[in-house]
């Protein structure tokens, strides 16, 4: 089995080797580690990419806005990626945005995952049935039960969700009325046994 570490020095250097600058390619490197440590073919699909871009000239997006379609070509997932990383501090005030065909969507969920981290919100991408809930850079939930990645994702969807609490206040109230029974009320004795009790001042 393949360490995390020659998966990202693997992926980095392929991805130097194919065009991209030393940057690209180590962010690139990042989210394939990223994704086959949680258990997602990024290897797999990093390759199917880089021999489909010999033939199709994938289209870039340097500036993204609340609706982005491509002209002709799917969008290439790692300036999209690297694009949406660069813009995330202003995108996350849009609430949502869409885009019009990716190509290999999953090669794009380690910048969204970043970018969770980033914004400290959690990002959910939708693409046809599929969701994947991006988790601050901590892990990636989804409802993606099929072995294959589709090569392009014809309408996708990016929700930026706010920070909630998953229990209700009463809930909590009721948590914390219990907590306090492990608090002890302070006595004399704990009064002369606390941190500097006792010391002597000289001056």
């Known amino acids: ?86 813009q995330i501090k202003k995108l996350e005030f849009l609430n949502k945005c869409t885009f019009q065909k990716i190509a290999y969507p999953i090669l794009f969920l380690p910048f969204l995952s970043r970018g969770s981290e980033v914004i400290g919100k959690k990002i959910l991408f939708k693409f046809d049935k599929n ?31 706010e920070n909630q609490d998953s229990f209700t206040d009463v809930e909590w109230r009721n948590l914390y009325k219990l907590s306090e029974n492990t608090f002890v009320e302070e006595t004399d004795s704990l009064k002369k046994g606390a941190a500097g009790a006792g010391l002597t001042d000289n001056d």
Not at 7 to 28: C, N, P
Not at 145 to 161: C, D, G, H, Q, V
């Open 131 to 161: 969701e994947f809930l991006l988790n601050f850079n901590i892990n990636i939930s989804s409802n993606f039960s099929r072995n294959e990645f589709p090569a392009i994702a014809k309408k996708t969807e990016i929700s930026f969700l």
């Open 1 to 86: 089995m393949k360490s995390l570490s020659e998966i990202e020095t693997i992926s980095k250097r392929s991805t130097r080797a194919i065009g991209f600058s030393w940057g690209i390619a180590e962010e690139v490197a990042k989210g394939v580690r990223i994704l086959e440590l949680f258990g997602l073919p990024g290897i797999k699909n990093l390759n199917q990419y880089y021999k489909s871009k010999a033939k199709v000239n994938y289209e870039n997006l340097s500036t993204i806005s609340k609706v982005n379609k491509s002209k002709v070509n799917s969008l290439c997932p790692i300036n999209l990626g690297v694009s949406f990383l660069d």
